[in-house]
């Protein structure tokens, strides 16, 4: 069974750093790219960040290029992802995603985690 | 950035069938998956651009492409249909994966 587990959100103060972790099971991880996608208060589905399997790429939305970075560990088969100078508009569940096959830009998302609460505010 | 439209909401009574649109400058050419997130859940993908759908997820649930629209169609809807649906598709000219804005499902 597919297993995808968020941890790591919280509450932070603007500017500050957060890093979100997503630990999988139940598939063979090297062989499928993995995402991050966030879903803010009232709002819609937005995606966030997209790795290969073998961690290439990485291709980020506009609006968190140069302050996200997304990692992952296939030897410990999780993703990351390292968030700082965090604004309030950040503010969101963000969700994992396994993506159905190697490469970040094929395939849709097949399993999701229950996603973890990232709050920005002072 | 490419831009996908989809109606806020849509409406439609038990049995009857529901059709969710994804409006994209020549949405035809690209593969366009639909996920649904019911409240409180996370999103789960019902249909993928090859009209495959996973495990679970009934044969009610179809899809279309042409042109500048694609379709989510559910038929015979059921109030457990109830909740919101997004299109996605990646957008090569900008590296990025887009969704649509959402639609939410109401049914009567």
């Known amino acids: 069974e597919v297993q995808l587990v968020e941890s790591g959100g919280g509450l932070v103060q603007p500017g500050g750093s957060l890093r979100l972790s997503c630990a999988a099971s139940g598939f063979t991880f090297v062989s499928y790219a993995m995402t991050w996608v966030r879903q803010a208060p009232g709002k819609g589905l937005e995606w966030v960040s997209v790795i290969s399997g073998r961690g290439d790429g990485p291709y980020y939305a506009d609006s968190v290029k140069g302050r996200f970075t997304i990692s992952r560990d296939n030897s410990k088969s999780t993703v990351y992802l390292q968030m700082s100078s965090l604004r309030g508009d950040d503010t969101a569940i963000y969700y994992c995603?396994?993506?159905?096959?190697?490469?970040?830009?094929?395939?849709?998302?097949?399993?999701w985690g229950q996603g973890t609460p990232v709050t920005v505010s002072s | 950035s490419y831009v996908l439209t989809q109606p806020p909401s849509v409406s439609v009574a038990p049995g009857e069938t529901a059709r969710l649109t994804c409006g994209g400058d020549?949405?035809?050419?690209?593969?366009v998956h639909w996920y649904q997130r019911r409240p409180g859940q996370a999103p789960v993908l019902v249909i993928d651009?090859?009209?495959d759908r996973p495990s679970g997820i009934p044969e009610r649930f179809s899809d279309s492409n042409s042109g500048n629209t694609a379709t989510l169609t559910i038929s015979r809807v059921e109030a457990g249909d109830e909740a919101d649906y997004y299109c996605?598709?990646?957008?090569?000219?900008?590296?990025?994966?887009?969704f649509g804005g959402g639609t939410k499902l109401t049914v009567l």
């Open positions: 020549d949405i035809g050419t690209k593969s």
């Open positions: 996605q598709v990646w957008d090569r000219s900008s590296d990025h994966w887009v």
């Open positions: 651009a090859d009209g």
């Open positions: 995603a396994k993506v159905t096959t190697i490469r970040a830009h094929v395939g849709p998302f097949d399993y």
